[in-house]
């Protein structure tokens, strides 16, 4: 067979994707398994067309025979540009039929195709997230230069599965409680981020051309776009007064409501360092499921796969890992 032929195409015949779906082995929501296949690949196309609204996206089509057997959707990162100060893209999606992914010919070439685009348009580092399955990207991205950043694990937890007074309550230190915060606690939060993840190894910190403070400024970052609108809640946890950590969670998206994914978002939790070890994430967790679980059914959260306590207490309270994704770098300029 003859190697894959790379054409780009332009937002408005992104519908040809459509019949080409089914055939990828390696979907988005993955992480839940309850999801009907119509159902997440509906959801995919709407991503995808959504995706391309963005003027920075570039779409390309690997064709075998005039047959569509992988594409991938490029586009700037401007939360990374602005919060980083470098030019970041990322590679949205990119996907191969299985018969045709299996030796890698096809990922290799739409990701040097994408590599080159990327690099015409200015951009520092490239970034993609790869199924942990999904052998085939992963080798073809190593062998184009990219570098493994970070594994992320997800969780999910059903109440459908386990009703919440099922649900073990964890031990609650003597003077721990939770409220919803409010933009008032926004300065002691910001100095909790600060503390909790200075010494954190997530992608921003494992990559070494990233600027020093990097990580740093994207987690704070991420605790202020909570409460100007990214988030949906974030809690607190106090003891005797004093703000010890908190928990950022999201309803559906707009995307995810219209294509009934029956979700929550569990985000993000920082512990201050004096007080981790002491029950802090357990309650959060616990009393976070109990405020929001009017919402969904499944609530999803991803941690670092080295965060082994996490892991411990995800299982205690009754979530299932689902689902694992690798994050690469690649850096286009010397």
């Known amino acids: 067979m003859s190697g894959p032929i790379i054409g780009k195409i332009d937002p408005a015949q992104i519908g040809v994707l459509r019949e080409a779906l089914p055939r990828f082995r390696f979907k988005p929501l993955s992480h839940l ?26 779409t390309f089509v690997a064709s075998v025979s005039d047959r569509i057997v992988g594409f991938a959707i490029y586009a ?11 030019r970041i893209g990322a590679i949205k ?18 990701v040097e195709e994408t590599v080159r685009h990327a690099a015409q348009c200015g951009i520092e580092c490239l970034t993609a997230k790869v199924h942990s399955r999904d052998t085939a990207t992963i080798h073809a991205l190593e062998r184009n230069g990219f ?18 007074d099922r649900v073990v309550a964890p031990r609650r230190t003597s003077g721990l409680s939770t409220r919803l915060g409010t933009p008032a606690d926004l300065s002691e939060i910001l100095e909790i981020a600060e503390r909790a993840f200075k010494n954190h190894f997530g992608r921003y910190n494992a990559d070494a051309r990233m600027p020093p403070d990097a990580a740093k400024d994207v987690y704070l970052e991420w605790a ?17 007064g004093r703000i010890v950590g908190y928990a950022i969670w999201k309803k559906a998206s707009a995307l995810e409501a219209k294509h009934a994914l029956d979700i929550f978002h569990y985000n993000l939790v920082a512990i201050h360092p004096h007080f981790v070890g002491r029950g802090v994430f357990a309650i959060l967790t616990y009393d976070g499921m109990r405020m929001f679980r009017e919402y969904a059914n499944h609530f999803t959260a991803p941690t670092h796969v080295t965060h082994s306590s996490v892991h411990r207490i995800c299982f205690e309270l009754g979530w299932q890992i689902t689902s694992a994704r690798h994050s690469f770098h690649k850096w286009l300029t010397p």
């Open 147 to 164: 570098l493994l950043m970070d594994t992320l694990v997800h969780y999910v937890f059903d109440f459908s599965r386990i009703p919440f």
């Open 93 to 110: 999606h990119l996907a191969a039929e299985a018969e045709n992914s299996s030796d890698g010919n096809v990922v290799q070439a739409l």
């Open 33 to 58: 398994p309850y999801l009907k296949r119509a159902q997440v690949e509906c959801y995919w196309m709407d991503e995808i067309s959504e995706a391309v609204t963005d003027a920075s996206s570039a």
């Open 224 to 240: 202020r776009s909570s409460f100007s609108g990214w988030a949906d809640w974030i809690t607190i946890a106090e003891v005797r």
């Open 76 to 86: 700037e990162s401007p939360w990374d540009i602005r919060v980083i100060g470098r």
